[in-house]
C-alpha cells in the first residue's frame, strides 16, 4: 500500500535548481520523522537530508548538500520537500522519500538507512554538464 508518493524530479544542467515533493498518502498517517535518501546504480543508498518532523523540526544534511538543499515541510505536515539548488552532475540519481514512524535518539544518526521503514517510489533527477 503506497504510503509515500514523490514528485518533481527531472533533468536540469549544472547550476540549475529543483524541487522534490513527498505527499502523505493518508491522511491518519504521521511520521516522527523524514528523510530523502539517493542511490545511483551499482552504489548503496545514501542519506541527503532528515528532519524531525513529529518532534523539534530539526534538520540535519549530509556533507556533500549542505548549503545547496534544504530540506522542508509544509503546515500540514503532509508534504515534505527537497530544494536543490547548485546542482552538479554527480547529484544525478534516484532520490527517494522515507518516513518512520518513531525516532529514537534522532539527532544521533538521522540518516542512517535503518531508521526507515517506510519508502516513496522514487523520483530521478539528472543533472547534465
Known amino acids: 500500500q503506497v504510503q509515500l508518493m514523490e514528485s518533481g524530479g527531472g533533468s536540469v544542467q549544472t547550476g540549475g535548481s529543483l524541487r522534490l515533493s513527498c505527499a502523505v498518502a493518508?491522511?491518519?498517517?504521521?511520521?516522527?520523522?523524514m528523510a530523502w535518501f539517493r542511490q545511483v546504480p551499482g552504489k548503496e543508498r545514501e542519506g541527503v537530508a532528515a528532519m524531525w518532523t513529529g518532534g523539534t523540526g530539526s534538520k540535519h544534511y549530509a556533507d556533500p548538500v549542505k548549503g545547496r538543499f534544504t530540506i522542508s515541510q509544509d503546515n500540514s505536515k503532509k508534504t515534505l520537500f527537497l530544494q536543490m539548488n547548485s546542482l552538479k552532475p554527480e547529484d544525478t540519481a534516484m532520490f527517494y522519500c522515507?518516513?518512520?514512524?518513531?525516532?529514537?535518539?534522532?539527532?544521533?544518526?538521522?540518516?542512517?538507512?535503518?531508521?526507515?521503514?517506510?519508502w516513496g517510489q522514487g523520483a530521478q533527477v539528472t543533472v547534465s554538464s
Open positions: 522515507a518516513a518512520a514512524e518513531t525516532c529514537p535518539l534522532f539527532a544521533r544518526t538521522p540518516l542512517a538507512l535503518d531508521r526507515y521503514h517506510i
Open positions: 493518508r491522511v491518519t498517517d504521521s511520521f516522527d520523522c
